[in-house]
């Protein structure tokens, strides 16, 4: 592929904007020898103002979603696009959100722009877990660990139970909830089944890859490994 290309695809501009980056000299190899828009390089070869090029297509992330933000490109308010570079939004493949976390929920969201990953990652046949940590408002009564381990409630408006899902408890109004699944607003909606509310829910892992003290409103990629930890039981 031409580095014209290249470079607009990864949403680094235009093609016109990208041309005149090399007109510029802004695009190098890693010796600094000026390159030049109909060469060819390998990926890691290419830089642009001595930087390395983002990741090829294929790219997986994982944001540490604050409380506020919306996952999508075009509501009202603040969006999770706007944590990451500006040009990560124009890459083509499009980079998108598996799966989503509503406004007021925090935590762990993955994007990625490798359409099969992202398919295997949410399918229901994959059983990906995925681990929420919630503040309630009213104290657990005891039997919520039965309830939602039983594989049998039925949330309203639905017509199918949920998968059995497990409960762990860390305070009297703290719980861990761990899915498989991932309906609307499924765990404020547990908890509200057993006659509790959720004031705080943060997603925390998904798989076996949890957050490790990455801050609220940063991200990081993720390698090889990273991705096989999401296909793992949490740890």
């Known amino acids: 592929m031409k580095l014209v290309r290249l470079l607009a695809n990864l949403g680094y501009g235009s093609r016109r904007q990208v041309a005149d980056m090399f007109r510029e ?24 103002d001595g930087t390395p090029l983002d990741p090829p297509q294929g790219m997986l992330l994982m944001l540490h979603k604050p409380v506020g ?13 706007e944590l990451l570079p500006p040009r990560f939004s124009a890459r083509d493949p499009v980079l998108s959100t598996v799966g989503r976390l509503d406004r007021d929920t925090s935590g762990l969201l993955l994007f990625t722009d490798d359409g ?9 046949k994959a059983s990906v877990s995925k681990v929420y940590e919630a503040t309630l408002a ?12 039983a594989g049998t409630l039925m ?19 703290r719980a861990r909830l761990t899915l498989t699944e991932g309906r609307y607003h499924q765990v404020r909606r547990m908890f509200a089944a057993v006659g509790n509310h959720v004031e705080t829910l943060e997603r925390v892992a998904v798989g076996g890859l949890s957050l490790d003290g990455l801050p609220p409103g940063e991200w990081r990629l993720l390698d090889a490994d990273d991705t096989a930890r999401i296909f793992q039981p949490p740890g």
């Open 25 to 48: 000299g802004a695009v190098t190899d890693a010796t600094g020898e000026v390159l030049y828009a109909d060469d060819k390089r390998e990926h890691a070869d290419v830089r642009v």
């Open 69 to 81: 933000y919306t996952c999508s490109r075009k509501d009202a308010g603040r969006l999770v696009y």
């Open 116 to 124: 099969q990953l992202l398919h295997r990652i949410i399918s229901p």
């Open 138 to 149: 009213n104290d657990l009564r005891g039997d919520e660990g039965a309830t939602f381990a």
């Open 155 to 173: 949330l309203d408006g639905e017509t199918d139970p949920l998968e059995p899902a497990r409960l762990d408890v860390l305070g009297p109004r």
